[in-house]
């Protein structure tokens, strides 16, 4: 089945490490995105690409990298910059499609939940 | 991308219509709305979304007024599994245009 794939589920990390959070879709699609999601709270964007070797910064980027060096893949590290690292991290992707397309649908994966002990 | 308004929470008994409102005044030509679900530690999950005309799926309907400024989620028979943060967004037309941002949703709880 087609979908989006994120590892691991769950991650403990000690304060100054980084860590880093996978996600894999096998969509086909252009587009993938990295959300954060604190507790009661919605989704904040962190970062996002729209095609393979390019990537921009959302409204929460500090603290985090990606890299998008294949289709399938964007990982998201959280480094020892984040001051607050604690969160659900929700990973999506959404079809680039060719001019006007109703179905931009977002597909997310079901999340990592990151724990800074 | 335009922002959009949610009440916080809604009550809805079970077995009636849900009526989810939402606030998009700055919303432009280019964008639609969108309308997703996320249950507690769980990633959203798309229901439905619309341009200008009203939508039906088997999920819900979406009713967008004549000047695109509000819209309203109906889930006609709400069940217990319908208990969910719902989120409100709008999003570029045309793909690969860039960020979407979601607001904090309203908080539906379906009761016996």
């Known amino acids: 089945d087609g979908g989006i794939t994120q590892s691991p589920k769950y991650l403990f990390r000690k304060e100054g490490q980084n860590v880093t959070l996978s996600c894999e879709q096998n969509?086909?699609?252009?587009?993938m995105y990295w959300y954060r999601q604190d507790p009661g709270q919605g989704l904040r964007l962190i970062y996002y690409?729209?095609?393979?070797?390019?990537?921009q910064k959302g409204d929460i980027a500090e603290g985090y990298s990606v890299s998008r060096e294949k289709k399938e893949s964007f990982p998201l590290t959280v480094t020892s910059a984040q001051k607050n690292p604690t969160a659900f991290y929700l990973c999506?992707?959404?079809?680039?499609?060719?001019?006007?397309?109703?179905?931009?649908?977002?597909?997310f994966g079901a999340g990592s939940r990151l724990t800074v002990l | 991308d335009a922002k959009t308004t949610q009440p916080t929470s809604m009550d809805c008994a079970e077995g009636r219509a849900a009526n989810l409102p939402c606030n998009h005044s700055?919303?432009?030509?280019?964008?639609?709305v969108y309308w997703y679900r996320q249950i507690h530690s769980q990633g959203p999950q798309y229901i439905i979304h619309?341009?200008?005309n009203n939508e039906t799926n088997e999920m819900a309907s979406l009713i967008i007024t004549e000047d695109r400024k509000s819209s309203t989620l109906i889930l006609p028979h709400a069940t217990l599994r319908d208990t969910a943060v719902y989120y409100c967004?709008?999003?570029?037309?045309?793909?690969?245009?860039?960020?979407?941002?979601f607001g904090d949703g309203t908080t539906l709880t379906v009761k016996p």
């Open positions: 999506a992707s959404s079809t680039a499609g060719q001019g006007t397309s109703g179905a931009n649908v977002l597909t």
């Open positions: 969509l086909n699609h252009d587009a």
């Open positions: 690409s729209q095609i393979v070797n390019d990537f």
């Open positions: 700055t919303i432009s030509g280019n964008e639609y």
């Open positions: 619309g341009l200008k």
């Open positions: 967004i709008v999003r570029p037309i045309k793909a690969n245009a860039g960020k979407s941002t």
